[in-house]
């Protein structure tokens, strides 16, 4: 099982435009509204070098709150091939 890149699931209140661009900066995710007004479910993942402390630390400065979060899997990290190779 690959565990390079692990997945959260993040449950925050006051998402918007600020904290998405925020949570872009840092890492990849998946964001879907979620029941309350200015919710949104989250799937993030995270690099080796960062730490779900990180992630929810940038979320708040943005003016998110960060309700819960549990890990929920992992998968490989990302590679690319250079178009120069054959």
Known sequence: MATEAPVWSVRVSGWGAGPAKALSMLTDFIAVPDQ???????LVTLAKEMSLESVSAALVKAGATVRSAALVGSHATRYTVAADKA
């Open 36 to 42: 309350a007004f200015d919710g949104a479910a989250l």
